[in-house]
């Protein structure tokens, strides 16, 4: 009799586990839907000036009209589509004299990358990276702005950039790489860190890994990169916090970028994918207006580069230096 019970709740035990295992494939969001969620989530956000803002219904930022627009290229939509020429136009009306966004470095190799993804005014493009190699200090560093000292963060965006718009043997991107390599973090040697004096991060590392992978052999600082990952399989800013949807973007895109030999960044993806809110966005607190973890449109943008990271280069053609 004992033994009888045992095989009922056993096969209703078995039952149960395979009807759960079915509701879950069911409901289990896809790759496409996630895509075509966030996509529709930053259509329906473009302002009538033809940018994007970092909140819906805020005024049009140059970089976060740069980063959406990345997104949408790399889904596929060309400078035939009225969004796109839109967006193409407000960043073209924003270069200042000097050739550059904001005075910004990171901003203007954002916009470079959108132009250059684009095919978008060759001229507008040359003088944006003259403005970039004149604001490059002679260490081979970038800061935020022109004259400013050499910042991790910066010059890693910028590298990050210029390996899709230049070849390696750019005389600015073999001399930035030199000078991160020289910055890898003192305290655990392994990565690098927004801050002096503070244990490698996620963010910096990510950064500098997607553009010194160009030039330098960076595995001991990619299985570094790849162990701060949680059970979640998302990255957080570092070990022991928690994991962070643009943090994770930053981490995939990276991975790709080195070219891990493994799946972790489908692992990420997949943490994405759980992480992205019903309207399509990404919650973070990762960009630097905000005091607090909101939905936006760069973390949602940033989002969607990673989904698409295995393929990016794809899009990119001729470079515009050697």
């Given at each position: 009799m004992k033994s009888s019970k045992y095989h009922l709740v056993a096969a209703s035990t078995l039952i149960v586990a395979?009807?759960?295992?079915?509701?879950?494939?069911?409901?289990?969001?896809?790759?496409?839907?996630?895509?075509?969620?966030?996509?529709?989530?930053?259509?329906t956000s473009q302002n009538r000036d033809g940018g994007w803002p970092l909140l819906p219904g805020k005024d049009s930022d140059v970089e976060i009209t740069a980063l959406v627009m990345q997104a949408l290229l790399v889904q596929g939509?060309?400078?035939?589509?009225?969004?796109?020429?839109?967006?193409?136009?407000?960043?073209?009306?924003?270069?200042?004299?000097?050739?550059s966004w904001s005075g910004n470095t990171a901003h203007t190799i954002f916009v470079l990358t959108t132009l250059h993804l684009g095919q978008r005014d060759p001229k507008v493009r040359?003088?944006?990276?003259?403005?970039?190699?004149?604001?490059?200090?002679?260490n081979g560093s970038?800061?935020?702005?022109?004259?400013?000292?050499?910042?991790?963060?910066?010059?890693?965006?910028?590298?990050?950039?210029?390996?899709?718009?230049?070849?390696?043997k750019y005389?600015?991107?073999?001399?930035?790489?030199?000078?991160?390599?020289?910055?890898?973090?003192?305290?655990?040697?392994?990565?690098?860190?927004?801050?002096?004096?503070?244990?490698?991060?996620?963010?910096?590392?990510?950064?500098?890994?997607?553009?010194?992978?160009?030039?330098?052999?960076v595995n001991v600082q990619l299985a570094w990169l790849k162990q701060q990952q949680n059970q979640d399989n998302g990255f957080p800013l570092g070990k022991g916090k928690p994991s962070d949807p643009e943090i994770t973007?930053?981490?995939?895109?990276?991975?790709?970028?080195?070219?891990?030999?493994?799946?972790t960044d489908k692992l990420a993806i997949g943490y994405l994918k759980h992480m992205q809110q019903k309207d399509g966005s990404f919650v973070s607190q990762t960009p630097i207006e905000l005091n607090v973890p909101k939905a936006n449109l760069q973390t949602t943008s940033f989002a969607l580069l990673a989904i698409h990271a295995r393929k990016i280069k794809n899009y990119f053609h001729v470079g515009l230096s050697k």
């Open positions: 395979i009807f759960l295992c079915l509701t879950s494939l069911i409901v289990a969001k896809t790759t496409r839907e996630t895509i075509e969620l966030a996509e529709n989530y930053l259509l939509h060309g400078t035939g589509w009225t969004v796109i020429n839109r967006g193409m136009d407000f960043l073209i009306k924003k270069q200042r004299s000097d050739g040359e003088k944006g990276l003259t403005w970039l190699s004149e604001a490059q200090n002679s970038w800061g935020k702005q022109l004259n400013q000292p050499g910042n991790v963060l910066y010059t890693g965006a910028v590298l990050s950039g210029l390996r899709y718009l230049v070849t390696s005389t600015p991107i073999t001399k930035s790489s030199d000078w991160l390599a020289n910055q890898i973090n003192p305290i655990d040697g392994y990565g690098w860190s927004m801050k002096r004096g503070t244990k490698s991060d996620v963010i910096a590392t990510s950064w500098v890994l997607q553009g010194i992978s160009l030039v330098y052999d973007a930053y981490a995939i895109l990276a991975l790709v970028a080195c070219q891990d030999q493994l799946n």
